[in-house]
């Protein structure tokens, strides 16, 4: 009888970044919750519950009314605050035994111009705090990850760029869900294998 290492419980754990609490909704800084409700509905994944300091659920990256067999998949949002987004995701990693190649980490990027979405793995934090979590809870930065482009104010200020990405978006309503589609696209890509990292 073999005693290798078990199999993880799923494949990906996917990580939506933002800040809990109604005063974000609807901000550029919680678009990795926007993508990951996104993608929750299109995987038809059971409510989410509160476990791993966020919101956590767990299925089959399979769209209803297809033949089942999608990746095995957790969604995980974290309630801790942006910040601290780390002290939710270490330990779901770590209870769920992933490679950290296998955690994907959905999020917004003033780097990039609204309406770009970009996948990569690893790379620099640019400055982005729930990043700067991540690396120290997880270790290292070496995860994938699907950035989602809010634009950048026109200035280097840090008050205005945290009243860009912390006020409601200033894109219409068709074009943030054109980006939110667009992002969520991506990462089911991804999830499937569709995409090189």
Do not use: C
Not at 87 to 109: N, Q, T, W, Y
């Amino acid at each position: 009888m073999a005693f290798g290492r078990s199999s993880p419980p799923v494949d990906w754990l996917v990580v939506g970044l933002g800040n809990p609490g109604a005063q974000y909704d609807g901000t550029p800084h919680n678009v990795g919750f926007q993508v990951l409700a996104e993608l929750a509905r299109r995987w038809d994944l059971p409510k989410a519950k509160d476990k791993y300091a966020g919101r956590f659920a767990e299925g089959r990256s399979t769209p209803p009314g297809v033949v089942p067999g999608g990746p095995r998949v957790a969604v995980l949002a974290p309630q801790t605050f942006m910040n601290d987004s780390g002290r939710s995701v270490g330990p779901a990693r770590g209870a769920l035994k992933l490679d950290l190649d296998r955690v994907l980490v959905i999020h917004d990027e003033i780097d990039l111009p609204f309406g770009e979405v970009r996948v990569r793995l690893g790379g620099g934090l640019a400055g982005h705090n729930g990043l700067k979590s991540l690396k120290a809870h997880l270790g290292s930065p070496d995860f994938a990850r699907v950035r989602i482009g809010v634009g950048r104010p026109d200035s280097t200020d840090p008050e205005l760029v945290a009243a860009h990405v912390l006020g409601k978006w200033r894109q219409g309503r068709d074009e943030v869900d054109a980006l939110v589609g667009a992002a969520a696209d991506a990462a089911e890509r991804l999830v499937r294998g569709d995409t090189e990292l």
